[in-house]
């Protein structure tokens, strides 16, 4: 079932087709995000396409709602990121930026508040307990650029490509430099950033950024496979592992091992730990009570 997503203290009954829905133009009712959740997989569908998906603020308040909603959602054991139309997310809407320079503090108010929110969306995104991955279709650039690199897994279409184009209009991709330097090389990184041209799939994937490159119109149903196999490990432990992988990347050597023997310690005193070993051992499936 696919409807629109719901704020994070509503719920929706709305159905909608996937296929009409994502060759609407996102205007009048049209949601501008759409959710489709099957067997502990929830798939978010960006719903802009005649704006090439660009981060408005409503947007952006869609998906820090959803995600809000999601975290605390037992029924959601891994998250699909996709879009409609062509482009994946062409970032932020400059359009609506460019409309407050006419605020009587020239727009620095609802700039402040634009970038604030989506840098705490990016930051939802990689605390969120389930797993996200991206499914890129087409071109995601800037602040889409950066969606990506946020999310925990990619798989992209070979048609997709990647890009920090904001030095080619004055404007540094300095908020996305963040999530993206902590993907990729140091020098593909400053590549990126100070030529602001775009790089393809191949290339993403040998920077650092997706984990594959499949064939065009095939990325969806390949995130949403990966989604399923890792949907069916224990959500605890995936919990547990995603939170404590970032939380060790930045940390020095040995800090990083004193708190994974302690991560580890508390993990094996889980009911969901003792029940998998068990069923390694009894060469069973494990029943996986997510605790």
Same mark, same amino acid.
């Given at each position: 079932?696919?409807?629109?997503?719901?704020?994070?203290?509503?719920?929706?009954?709305?159905?909608?087709?996937?296929?009409?829905?994502?060759?609407?133009?996102?205007?009048?009712?049209?949601?501008l995000?759409?959710?489709?959740?099957?067997?502990?997989?929830?798939?978010?569908?960006?719903?802009?396409?005649?704006?090439?998906?660009?981060?408005?603020?409503?947007?952006?308040? =869609?998906?820090?709602?959803?995600? %809000?909603?999601?975290? $605390?959602?037992?029924? &959601?054991?891994?998250?699909? /990121? #996709?879009? +409609?139309?062509?482009?994946?997310?062409?970032g932020?809407?400059?359009?609506?930026?460019?409309?407050?320079?006419?605020?009587?503090?020239?727009?620095?108010?609802?700039?402040?508040?634009?970038?604030?929110?989506?840098?705490?969306?990016?930051?939802?995104?990689?605390g969120?307990?389930?797993?996200v991955? =991206?499914?890129?279709?087409?071109? %995601?650039?800037?602040? $889409?650029?950066?969606? &990506?690199?946020?999310?925990? /897994? #990619?798989? +992209?279409?070979?048609?997709?490509r990647?890009?920090?184009?904001?030095?080619?209009?004055?404007?540094?991709?300095?908020?996305?430099?963040?999530?993206?330097?902590?993907?990729?090389?140091?020098?593909?990184?400053?590549?990126?950033?100070?030529?602001g041209?775009?790089?393809?799939?191949?290339?993403?994937?040998?920077?650092?950024?997706?984990?594959?490159?499949?064939?065009?119109?095939?990325?969806?149903?390949?995130?949403?496979?990966?989604?399923?196999?890792?949907?069916?490990?224990?959500?605890?432990?995936?919990?547990?592992?995603?939170?404590?992988?970032?939380?060790?990347?930045?940390?020095?050597?040995?800090?990083?091992?004193?708190?994974?023997?302690?991560?580890?310690?508390?993990?094996?005193?889980?009911?969901?730990?003792?029940?998998?070993?068990?069923?390694?051992?009894e060469?069973?499936?494990?029943?996986?009570?997510?605790?």
């Open positions: 079932m696919t409807m629109p997503a719901a704020p994070a203290n509503s719920k929706s009954t709305s159905k909608t087709n996937p296929k009409s829905m994502s060759d609407s133009k996102s205007t009048g009712n049209a949601p995000l759409l959710r489709e959740d099957n067997d502990g997989v929830c798939v978010l569908t960006l719903n802009r396409p005649e704006a090439r998906n660009a981060l408005s603020e409503a947007l952006l308040a =869609a998906l820090s709602e959803t995600f %809000a909603a999601i975290t $605390g959602d037992r029924s &959601v054991r891994a998250v699909v /990121l #996709a879009a +409609a139309g062509p482009a994946f997310c062409s932020h809407d400059l359009k609506e930026l460019t409309a407050h320079r006419a605020d009587k503090d020239g727009g620095h108010a609802f700039f402040a508040h634009v970038f604030a929110t989506c840098g705490a969306l990016m930051q939802k995104i990689m969120l307990p389930q797993p991955i =991206a499914a890129i279709q087409g071109t %995601a650039t800037a602040a $889409g650029c950066e969606l &990506v690199a946020s999310c925990d /897994l #990619a798989i +992209a279409s070979a048609r997709a990647f890009g920090t184009p904001g030095v080619n209009i004055g404007l540094f991709c300095t908020t996305p430099m963040i999530p993206i330097s902590r993907n990729v090389a140091r020098k593909h990184a400053m590549e990126m950033l100070l030529t041209d775009l790089i393809s799939a191949e290339d993403a994937f040998r920077f650092g950024l997706v984990n594959r490159v499949v064939a065009p119109e095939t990325e969806r149903t390949e995130a949403i496979a990966l989604a399923h196999k890792i949907a069916s490990k224990s959500a605890m432990t995936l919990a547990i592992g995603k939170r404590a992988f970032y939380r060790q990347i930045d940390m020095g050597i040995a800090d990083a091992y004193l708190y994974g023997a302690g991560v580890m310690v508390d993990n094996m005193n889980k009911q969901d730990a003792d029940e998998g070993i068990r069923a390694f051992v060469k069973r499936a494990a029943d996986w009570k997510d605790c």
